[in-house]
T-cell receptor
């Protein structure tokens, strides 16, 4: 039962363009959402988060948008850089105890 | 400061053997999580420790899996009588109390032959 879904396993973007990574969830009780970035042979690293009381959170080149009615969130990276090439996971929680992760989207930024 | 560390980084074991995986969280982090990532899958929650509270074991897939944590420090995840479907990367993460952001270790890749 996959409560958090990332339907695009991979994405390729030209350097300097916008990368948009999408995530859908099914549980309306989720109230906190996070994005993590993962390089090969390393653990995921926290990137950006958003609480359900907001619909947008921005941190430098990274912006997360939350659409609660559609149960959808997205991560925008502008401008994309080659160093952004990694696997991106979205995660959601309603309790802070259990976090549900998507299967990840592999982003390749082409120089 | 030091991040989350895990050992061993790789473990190959025969089916039926027991394995023990170790996690050293960031000092001062009261919360500790174990996850499993099978090939091509997302991270699957296993267990959560918060301070001295009873752990949330609801994600453990079977009674062959158990975990312990000594106070607010080291945690060990034990898998008894390993099966081939236990092959995965096991990730540990820690966080400060009241914060949702988790800091992950590099993981232990377990291969059961």
């Amino acid at each position: 039962d996959q409560q958090v879904k990332q339907n695009s396993p991979s994405l390729s973007v030209q350097e300097g363009r916008i990368s948009i990574l999408n995530c859908d969830y099914t549980n309306s009780m989720f109230d906190y959402f996070l994005w993590y970035k993962k390089y090969p042979a390393e653990g995921p690293t926290f990137l950006i988060s958003i609480s359900s009381i907001k619909d947008k959170n921005e941190d430098g080149r990274f912006t997360v948008f939350l659409n609660k009615s559609a149960k959808h969130l997205s991560l925008h990276i502008v401008p994309s850089q080659p160093g952004d090439s990694a696997v991106y996971f979205c995660a959601a929680s309603s309790t802070g105890n259990q976090f549900y992760f998507g299967t990840g989207t592999s982003l390749t930024v082409i120089p | 400061g030091a991040g989350v560390s895990q050992s061993p980084s790789n473990k190959v074991t025969e089916k039926g053997k027991d394995v023990e995986l170790r996690c050293d969280p960031i000092s001062g982090h009261t919360a500790l999580y174990w996850y499993r990532q099978r090939l091509g899958q997302g991270l699957e929650f296993l267990i959560y420790f918060q301070g001295n509270s009873a752990p949330d074991k609801s994600g453990l897939p079977s009674d062959r899996f158990s975990a312990e944590r000594t106070g607010e420090s080291v945690s060990t995840l034990t898998i008894q009588r390993t099966q081939q479907e236990d092959s995965a990367v096991y990730l540990c993460a820690s966080s400060l109390q009241g914060y949702y952001e988790q800091y992950f270790g590099p993981g232990t890749r377990l291969t059961v032959t």
